[in-house]
């Protein structure tokens, strides 16, 4: 198997480290039968490849390594780096994942 | 095809927790006959029985609102029971009666989001429009919620006599260290319908200001969000009534009525029921309230035979019936509506109007308050 190394992630994604936003929140929807995403101004339905990318990001992490345990987890996925690269600008375009140097730039002109 | 509430999740709970609020803005959007008291408020069993219903039939958000949601004494016992059923809790606030307590206690209590509305940029504006003295607090408080890690959007209210203060506004959320702001121009209904030649603004200050938010937005890239939020007299289609009347909202008023959205207690002929008496799932689902204006058969002409009904359902019910006088009437926001007419007047009215800055001796704004509310019983 073939970990990923960073020269094979897209230019766009941030090479530090990925971590969801503190405002958003995945949650399990009995009634929707699926898992969603809830922001201040409404919720995303998530399929169940979005939820297993977004799960493994409440803690920070690079998108190198993430896509490397995913691809442990899941080795007969043959588009899986592409896939979760894509995923990952759209949900970096959404807010729904910050960059963890951002969040400390945050933290420190809030407490200012 | 007829639509049925089975069709349908209500995500959205909002839970108008009461009327009264320390405020008077003369846009508010609660109903003009404010009730003298507060005595036939819901319990604070019924109102855990509600968000409990409610989220049985799938709502996930929720909004505490009002009035002012912190004048109720069980805020915190409400947030904590509601948070305990998996729900993603809003607080809707002033920032009156808020607390550098309250809002730590909120913060362990699970609280998701608190959005505070300002009602100018300067301590003048914002306490004449609110009628209060509350713009030093309000920035504490912001502050406070920051500090304590709550997700917060700030809230300014746009109209005619603080349009203009857009650029300062949005300089102060950002000194304050706001992540999220939200432009909101005035939309009329109620109070604001009955203010509405002192607070609708002419075109060109309108478009001043949106371009005083883009101005800001380049400069400041990222750091913020804002959102601008357009009046929608100034388009020529209407917006969807609610997310579309029945498919998304759930209002519960303070004393229990339920409906498909906030300002619907307006429109003749209609019953409207309550969770006092009948459970929340078949009124969703079943209630004649809920069912009148679900999917498109409801319309008339322009809109019945009109190829885009689907995507704005013939706009706002209300504003079609406050407008028209019919609340069957396709919404006159629209350019196809025969009464469009009716929005232009009232847009070229506002842009006539000299002093577009200061307030108008002999039409006075008439403030929200159980007082003058006297006048609409
Ligand atoms: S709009 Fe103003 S008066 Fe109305 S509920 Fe909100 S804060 Fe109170
Ligand atoms: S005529 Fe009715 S359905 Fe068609 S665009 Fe106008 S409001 Fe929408």
Redesign the interface.
């Known amino acids: 198997m073939t970990a990923s190394n960073d020269s094979t992630i897209d230019h766009t994604i941030p090479a530090a480290p990925l971590m969801m936003n503190?405002?958003y929140?995945l949650?399990w929807?009995?009634?929707?039968d699926c898992h969603?995403l809830?922001?201040?101004e409404?919720?995303v339905k998530l399929s169940d490849s979005a939820y297993e990318v977004l799960s493994r990001c409440q803690q920070p992490v690079t998108a190198a390594d993430l896509i490397a345990q995913l691809q442990q987890d899941y080795p007969d996925a043959e588009t899986l780096a592409r896939d979760v690269q894509e995923f990952l600008i759209h949900a970096l375009q959404h807010?729904w994942l910050i960059t963890t140097d951002q969040d400390s730039a945050?933290t420190e002109?809030?407490s200012q | 095809m007829t639509e049925t509430g089975a069709n349908h999740i209500p995500m959205w709970l909002l839970a108008e927790l009461t009327y009264a609020c320390p405020l008077q803005c003369p846009y508010c959007s609660n109903p003009l006959q404010l009730p003298a008291s507060r005595k036939k408020e819901l319990s604070t069993e019924q109102w855990l029985s509600v968000m409990k219903q409610a989220r049985a039939l799938g709502a996930v958000q929720l909004g505490f609102s009002g009035g002012e949601p912190l004048v109720r004494q069980d805020f915190q016992e409400l947030l904590e029971a509601a948070v305990g059923m998996g729900f993603y809790c809003n607080l809707i606030t002033s920032a009156v009666g808020l607390t550098d307590e309250k809002v730590q206690a909120f913060k362990q209590a699970g609280l998701s989001h608190i959005q505070i509305s300002f009602q100018g940029s300067d301590e003048t504006t914002n306490n004449t429009f609110g009628a209060s003295n509350s713009f030093h607090h309000k920035m504490d408080m912001t502050r406070s919620v920051i500090r304590h890690g709550i997700p917060l959007g700030l809230n300014f209210v746009l109209h005619r006599q603080n349009m203009h203060q857009v650029t300062a506004f949005l300089e102060l959320a950002l000194s304050l260290g706001a992540e999220f702001v939200e432009l909101a121009n005035t939309q009329y209904y109620a109070w604001a319908l009955h203010n509405r030649d002192q607070l609708m603004p002419s075109r060109e200050q309108l478009a001043e200001a949106e371009a005083a938010t883009n101005r800001f937005k380049e400069k400041h890239g990222d750091k913020m969000r804002v959102f601008f939020v357009a009046p929608d007299y100034f388009h020529d289609r209407p917006k969807k009534c609610s997310n579309g009347w029945g498919t998304t909202f759930l209002t519960v008023t303070p004393e229990g009525e339920v409906l498909p959205c906030q300002s619907a207690k307006v429109l003749p002929g209609l019953t409207f029921p309550s969770v006092k008496d009948q459970d929340l799932k078949s009124i969703w689902r079943e209630s004649e309230l809920f069912n009148r204006f679900r999917g498109t058969d409801w319309m008339q002409e322009p809109c019945a035979s009109c190829p885009e009904k689907e995507q704005d359902l013939g706009g706002c019910r209300c504003q079609a019936y406050l407008l028209t006088g019919d609340p069957y009437a396709t919404d006159p926001v629209c350019s196809l509506s025969p009464k469009r007419h009716l929005v232009d007047e009232a847009i070229a009215a506002a842009s006539q109007d000299q002093q577009q800055h200061n307030i108008d001796e002999t039409r006075p704004l008439l403030f929200r308050n159980p007082r003058n509310a006297k006048q609409f019983q």
Do not use: C, I, N, T
Request: charged share 20%; aromatic share 6%; net charge neutral.
């Open positions: 503190g405002k929140r949650q929807e009995e009634a929707q969603v809830l922001y201040p409404g919720l807010h945050m002109s809030q």
